[in-house]
């Protein structure tokens, strides 16, 4: 089991004090910031800093490749292994693949993007963090991991100062 990690959480009520407070600690060179919010809140990427996620190339990819083998597979059950004499037509009639190729690289790009979203959110977690129930209604959290160099107090007055109306210290 994972050592639990000191961090602080400063708890906002406005969406634009947590933003703000956000592009300030992230100013300040603190890294791994993470923030909670009711709903999805515009900015807050930028404000995080946050790169683009690697889930929709996985999508794309895997899309294309079950495009691919649809394609493939139906070549080969109607061309080669089983040929067949459908209406006349001949043994590839790529028209009539359109349909089972689009449903194939939809399937495969949609399961793969499930499976890719559970990697990178490390889901199922073993044991739910339940930080603060305001959290899921009309709160805001912005969380500081505390790094070995960082004062608790100083950061704690940081985030009072940029509007937090309470700063918890926790260890997850």
Not at 78 to 97: E, H, R
Request: proline share 6%; net charge negative.
């Amino acid at each position: 089991m994972a050592k639990p990690f000191p961090k602080l959480v400063a708890i906002f009520s406005d969406p634009d004090d947590v933003l703000h407070a956000a592009a300030k600690a992230r100013d300040e060179g603190w890294r791994d910031l993470d923030m909670i919010t009711p709903y999805p809140l515009h900015g807050s990427e930028k404000a995080l800093g946050l790169k683009m996620s690697w889930v929709p190339y996985v999508t794309v990819v895997m899309g294309l490749l079950g495009a691919i083998g649809g394609y493939f597979l139906q070549h080969w059950t109607l061309a080669i292994d089983w040929k067949m004499n459908i209406g006349g037509k001949p043994p590839v009639a790529w028209q009539a693949y359109v349909p089972i190729t689009f449903e194939c690289g939809i399937l495969i790009g949609g399961i793969s993007t499930f499976v890719a979203m559970l990697i990178a959110a490390k889901l199922p977690k073993r044991r739910a963090v339940i930080l603060d129930e305001r959290l899921t209604n009309d709160q805001f959290a912005l969380i500081v991991p505390l790094d070995n160099g960082m004062n608790e107090e100083s950061v704690s007055q940081f985030l009072s100062d940029q509007g937090a109306e309470e700063v918890r210290h926790v260890e997850v």
